[in-house]
């Protein structure tokens, strides 16, 4: 049943990441952030079609690679909006980006250690459950808003 789940969460978590790809056509930098987003997309995909994918030598590269880049973008915006921003830093594109690259990285991090724990603790599969039920609606609004 918890890998039933896993897989579910991680079909949830590619379709997540592909609507953040989508919702980035009027945006300055579009090519950047959706490729930010298209590449955890495909690899959570992965995940949920053979979760033993993460024991691949090239799907942890890739992995890997993209949550380092993550990493670095997430201390660029944030030492940037901290120096920068006064009010509420949601409020601001480079917010609402490094809450993207976050969460990025910390899915990039439970899918790769589930390799080790085959449908992840609990407590994971809670926070995947939460992050997606509040995910999923803020994303969708945005596309819709950005379509019309």
């Given at each position: 049943m918890a890998a039933l789940l896993w897989r579910i969460c991680n079909l949830l978590m590619a379709a997540f990441f592909g609507l953040a790809a989508a919702v980035?056509?009027?945006?300055?930098?579009a090519a950047l952030w959706t490729v930010v987003y298209l590449v955890p997309s495909a690899l959570t995909l992965l995940v949920s079609i053979k979760p033993s994918v993460t024991d691949n030598g090239v799907w942890r590269s890739l992995c890997d690679l993209h949550s380092a880049g993550c990493i670095v973008g997430?201390?660029?915006?944030?030492?940037?909006?901290?120096?920068y921003t006064?009010?509420?830093?949601?409020?601001?594109?480079?917010?609402?980006?490094l809450f993207g690259l976050v969460i990025i990285t910390i899915w990039m991090s439970l899918c790769r250690s589930s390799a080790n724990t085959p449908g992840a603790s609990?407590?994971?599969?809670?926070?995947?459950?939460?992050?997606?039920?509040?995910?999923f609606p803020q994303s969708f609004k945005a596309l819709l808003r950005r379509l019309h």
């Open positions: 980035q056509v009027n945006d300055p930098d997430t201390i660029a915006l944030a030492c940037s909006l901290f120096a006064q009010g509420n830093i949601l409020h601001e594109e480079e917010g609402r980006e609990h407590l994971s599969m809670f926070t995947i459950l939460l992050g997606s039920s509040v995910a």
